[in-house]
């Protein structure tokens, strides 16, 4: 399922962690989510690595949907019902558009004094704001290598043949 282009999780925010665990959630992030009548985000701790999975309804019914394709019986299915939905937390916004993460989320993340929002197009991760240049760094480096494998049909073949021409 794809989300509008308008209803997209974009950009990089830091956010502080207030005394009381409140953090204001971006506002991009807030207008993005307009389009579900749950007013907040779900959240699943990242199995594969220290950070928050997150997004609308179409994220958990998609996961939902995902692991209900397996087979009832099968352990990976039961597994992953267990680490994911089971895991997952309906996080409301308030008035001010802040929202409090449970302690074993913000522990999961390692958060302590800000949040780093990182958009992913039609979810967002919630990650520490520690170390957060270090990781954009390696994670740039990769993806640049990974650039070759794009394919583009809207835009015109670049140099190597690939979509993307420059």
Known sequence: MFRPAEALFLGRHINK??????IAAPAE???AMKLD???GFFCVPSLVGPHLDCGGSDFIEALQAMI????PFDQDRIDLQESVIGQARPIPFDGDGRFILPQILRDHAELDEQALFVGCGSTFQIRSAKG???RLAKSSERARAALTR???PVLPPGPSGQGGGQ
Do not use: H, P, V
């Not at 962690?17 to 409140?22: E, H, L, N, T």
């Open 17 to 22: 962690i207030d005394a009381k665990g409140r």
């Open 29 to 31: 992030y807030r207008r």
């Open 37 to 39: 009548s749950f007013n």
């Open 68 to 71: 209900s394709a397996l087979d």
């Open 132 to 134: 957060a240049e270090e």
């Open 150 to 152: 794009l394919k583009n």
